[in-house]
């Protein structure tokens, strides 16, 4: 069957989005927004954005969605599922929030297996503040407040999040990082991270490395190849965990 | 829902203990929450009692996490409250404000401690400024404040009830005296004494099938522009106004002729009641006022008990260095009483304390 080149679970009033021309994160929406259709689940998912660029998907999907705190998504979706089982809880946020103010809460959500899906954007920047520097920001890396570059000296490396996630998961959990530049990968990525939620295996993690042409200050050309070179390199593509069998890497 | 109280009956409980039965009473189907004293036993008898009514209990790894998860799963349709202190009560201001940004019907029962920082682990009326008007927004919040181990009791059940008829957060506020002393209250079962169990609903995760027989529900807590987040907060104003006159709650006792009023709230208001026992006993006309929502808070009440009584001076007590005191002044704004203070942060107020200072005073 050939599937419509808009997913039907996006909410269409509110199309074309907002995000800035060349940004990773309407091509997650649309992997995100294909795996729903495809499993059928438009009706039961409850959608929460976290704060930062993921915010602008508020009302991205025609989904029950909710918008929470910096940070917050992922209590926000666990208060959900422990509350209505039933309910398939995906938590969508940047690595400003899960990885820095919100690590707390990606930490624990994984230790205790809770069975919500995250999924993780990586752009190794703030965007929606200005371009400041994020746990994942590359070394030698310039953003706002690394305007020389980032120094792991001063600051450390970029949070390897799969890898961390993985360490404190159970078997059960499903953990991946996939890129924009692969998208059907991504996609069933997003898919078995849904999947393993439905099946009340676990915790589900998806981080998904994205483009950030505005704060890159990066034309097409550039943009593509920093994520392609750069940040593939340092942050390797694949499947951590994978309940459903052999994970790929 | 399993009946938790079948009949009516005297019980000699911890105030802890005694909340975390009102909030099965009440039909709290899940509590998250995060340890800190005094609130611990709460929690210690909610773990042990709510499996046994098929409630659920979560351990978070924090207090901003405790006040998020129950942000979640009331908007999933869910009655779920956290209890907190001190420091914790700070971190929770973030979770308490986006409730009241989204208009969430979270309830949290607050055992306040002594402050700031980790202050002590004992008793204070520190969190009054924090619980009323805490986090950044307009304080759009109801907060009852609780003196005996009955009222814990009868306003958990209340603050269940108010929070999802009104959709503001709603709190209770205890101390580490009410939590950890033990005294005789009556439990029963709401219904069986006609208070009727406001039903839930969900705000995400609804029936019905999107596009063909609803639309989908979008909820957000920020705006793009200052005109939209403008409207919501005068509307929240207008609602919080509109709803005030019923919601409000005090106890006035020989006002009618006082000379002096002695005013406090929680459990300072028992040493003021027994006060003015015994000053009148001792011919000095002393009323007694105390707001028991101090969100919304009895200020035309006040003025009139004031104007009534035609009282020169005014007695305000509490365990802080003014918190209740700033709360009265702005709600009495303008009147000529004269306003005396009896500060005692962190430490017990007794009736003796009270007489002295009103001796004091009226010399």
Known sequence: MALPATPKSWYLPTKPHKFCPGCGHGIVL???????????????????????????SWNFFACDSTQTHHGRTTPVMVGIKRARPELIAVGYMGDGGGYSIGSQHLLNAAVRNEKITVILVNNTNYGMTGGQMAPTTLPGQKTETTPYGRDPEITGYPTKGPEFVAALTSDTAYVARGTVSKYKQLKRYIKNALRNQMEGNGFSFVEVLSTCPTNWRTNAQQTWSFLEDEMEKYFPVGEFKNPFGKGEK | MQKVVENTKKAFLTGNEAAAWAALAAGAEIMFGYPITPQNEIMHYWTRLAPKYGRNFLQTEDEISAGFTVCGAVQAGKKAFTATAGPGNTLMQEPFSMAEAMRLPLVAIIQQRGGPSSGTVIYSQQEVTLTTFGGNGEGHRIVYSTSSHQEIYDYIIKAFNTAWKYRFPTFVLGDGYQAKMREPLEMYDPEERGIELVKTFPLVGLEGKIGEEREPQHLCNIYSMEEELYEVVMKFAAEYEAISPEVVEYEEKECEDAE????????????????????????IKAGYFRPITLRPFPGKQLREAIAKSGAKKMLIAESAYGQFDRLVKQEIYGETIQINNLFMPGVGIIDTDIISKVKSIID
Do not use: N
């Open chain 2, 260 to 283: 002096i009023l002695i005013l406090a709230h929680g459990v300072v208001s028992r040493a003021a009641d027994d006060a003015v026992k015994a000053l009148r006993a001792q011919g």
């Open chain 1, 30 to 56: 649309k992997a995100l927004g294909e795996a729903i259709d495809e499993l059928e689940i438009q009706d039961k998912i409850v959608f929460g954005c976290d704060i930062g660029c993921s915010l602008l």
